[in-house]
T-cell receptor
Framework: ELKVEQNPLFLSMQEGKNYTIYCNYS?????LYWYRQDPGKSLESLFV?????AVKQEGRLMASLDTKARLSTLHITAAVHDLSATYFC????????????FGTGTSLTVIP | ETGVTQTPRHLVMGMTNKKSLKCEQH?????MYWYKQSAKKPLELMFV???????ENNSVPSRFSPECPNSSHLFLHLHTLQPEDSALYLC???????????FGPGTRLTVT
């Protein structure tokens, strides 16, 4: 059974600080996605990583993928309160779209 | 309307009721998905439709019955649900199966 594990599950950080969220998965895949979910809202796509070594950046967030290590990271630089949300990674192990597995999510709170 | 819409946004139903959830996408996509999001559990992929054909995936109880009459609409028919089926049901669509998914706002379902 595929496992997608994120850590930490809960993260409280001060504004201006840097931190990294980790996403480990247990089977081969070269397609990994990061999503953001605000309380009571739906999921918003942040990054699509489609190859080993892929790195994408948007504002204060940067995501990377190491398919050999089966690891993706979401790095937060100089956090601001607006980044408070739950962040999910998701792994696609079938091009048919029927094997799409989400991590448990990381709940991020940025404290002023 | 733009993006992915879902109706109703909230639904309370008894265990003997029959109801349907509706999803509509306005993105010209060819694949649509149903997910279940329960508290403290990862999002679970329930059903996938690609070009209006259902792609088999993880087993889902027969009390959930999907229908995809065309590439823009997706329904989830519910009957004789259990209290543990209470959750947020999210619809998503993608350009094709296995591509980046765009999510709707979800239907918050409560089974009493």
């Amino acid at each position: 059974e595929l496992k997608v594990e994120q850590n930490p599950l809960f993260l409280s950080m001060q504004e201006g600080k840097n931190y990294t969220i980790y996403c480990n998965y247990s089977t081969t895949s070269d397609r990994l996605y990061w999503y953001r979910q605000d309380p009571g809202k739906s999921l918003e796509s942040l990054f699509v990583l489609l190859s080993n070594g892929a790195v994408k950046q948007e504002g204060r967030l940067m995501a990377s993928l190491d398919t050999k290590a089966r690891l993706s990271t979401l790095h937060i630089t100089a956090a601001v309160h607006d980044l408070s949300a739950t962040y999910f990674c998701a792994v696609d192990i079938s091009r048919a779209g029927n094997q799409f597995y989400f991590g448990t999510g990381t709940s991020l709170t940025v404290i002023p | 309307e733009t993006g992915v819409t879902q109706t109703p946004r909230h639904l309370v139903m008894g265990m003997t009721n029959k109801k349907s959830l509706k999803c509509e996408q306005h993105l010209g996509h060819n694949a649509m998905y149903w997910y279940k999001q329960s508290a403290k559990k990862p999002l679970e992929l329930m059903f996938v439709y690609s070009l209006e054909e259902r792609v088999e995936n993880n087993s889902v109880p027969s009390r959930f019955s999907p229908e995809c009459p065309n590439s823009s609409h997706l329904f989830l028919h519910l009957h004789t649900l259990q209290p543990e089926d209470s959750a947020l049901y999210l619809c998503a669509s993608s350009q094709a199966a296995g591509y980046e998914q765009y999510f709707g706002p979800g239907t918050r379902l409560t089974v009493t």
